[in-house]
């Protein structure tokens, strides 16, 4: 089968196509043929070997990708009454482990880390949904804020902070949210109550706005400890790339991990209902066909991208 990943962990240009034996499904797992994969900060990270430690006294190639949608084609024994052959489904696949990732024509994956695709969404759409939307799930699981509180969210326009941002309004939270001028309608229809300019001085201006600080923000940008001072006395602050502080004030510092999730089938399938019932907006920026995957990921690196980028694996 067809996959693209790296021999040898560098920039962009260490993806090439790379052909693989085909996979099959053992106990307790699903055998998808890939039609879509998302192109994920996890992913450039992973490329860059960042998660090499994880992948010692394994030979490449090493397959990057932790979204993936397409149909099952195999069950293994033991696999999930849920599902069946044929099924569209999307997954979450840990990148690190025995199978690889999602950028290949056929991915093997616990069942309980598959789920069927939201219905009427293509699989472009559909492989979009799950790490970003698991992974705002669990920040705002850490923060634990209740109704009508009030959430900051940093990289408000970028997946992550989109699905923050819905998710925190589905929950009856209020949300002031950063943004440069060019993406305050894009924030703003994401369901931000407020919005303030982004970049280091956010905190200050949350301060200005908020004098006591906000009981919890949730940092797309990763602004880490320049977030601190936006947040109240004894709040939370979830991180995504795993900063451990210091931190300051009895604040809390939440290190969020999604591959903790990737099993959660109630989780998963709760964001598919997500999706469906549209308190998710699935957003795209472009599709590329697998073979630009390096291409994807300069475009991704060099930043400004609003949605996604997809990788097309359906020929």
């Keep these: 089968m067809k996959a693209v990943g790296v ?3 560098g920039g962009p240009e260490a993806l090439q196509v790379v052909e693989l034996p085909e996979p099959h499904a053992g106990d307790g797992e699903v055998r998808i ?16 070997g960042l998660q090499a430690g994880r992948l010692q006294g394994r030979p490449g190639p090493y397959i990057p990708g932790m979204d993936a949608a397409g149909v099952i084609d195999e069950l293994g024994p033991g696999a999930d009454g849920r599902l069946k052959i044929g099924d569209r489904v999307v997954a979450l696949i840990v990148p690190g482990g025995p199978h690889g990732g999602a950028y290949a024509e056929q991915v093997v994956v616990p069942a309980a880390s598959v789920v069927h695709a939201p219905d009427g969404v293509d699989f472009p759409a559909a ?3 799950l790490m970003n939307g698991m992974t705002a799930r669990l920040a705002l ?5 209740q109704p009508g509180q009030l959430l900051a969210v940093t ?21 002031i949210a950063d943004t440069s001028p060019s993406d305050e309608q894009l924030v703003r229809s994401l369901g931000a109550n407020y919005v303030l300019e982004r970049g280091d001085m956010f905190a200050s201006l949350v301060r200005s706005m908020v004098p006591e600080g906000v009981p919890g923000l949730a940092d797309g940008a990763v602004l880490n400890g320049r977030a601190l001072p936006a947040i109240a006395n004894g709040g939370g602050l979830a991180v995504i790339r795993g900063w451990e502080g210091p931190s300051e004030r009895n604040i809390t510092i939440h290190r969020i991990m999604v591959m903790s999730a990737a099993t959660n089938t109630a989780a998963l399938e709760k964001l598919v209902r997500q999706a469906e019932d549209h308190t998710l907006t699935l ?3 472009d599709v590329l066909p697998a073979e630009q995957a ?5 475009r991704f690196e060099a930043g400004g991208v609003r949605g996604r980028l997809v990788l097309d694996f359906s020929s």
């Design 7 to 9: 021999t040898s962990f």
């Design 33 to 48: 043929r890939v039609y879509a994969a998302t192109v994920n900060p996890t992913d450039t990270a992973f490329r860059a």
């Design 127 to 129: 492989s979009t949904l």
């Design 141 to 145: 699981d850490a923060l634990a804020l």
């Design 155 to 175: 990289g408000a326009a970028g997946a992550f902070g989109g699905y923050v941002i819905q998710l925190a309004k589905a929950d009856g939270l209020r949300v």
């Design 283 to 285: 957003r795209i920026a």
């Design 294 to 298: 390096a291409e994807a990921h300069r």
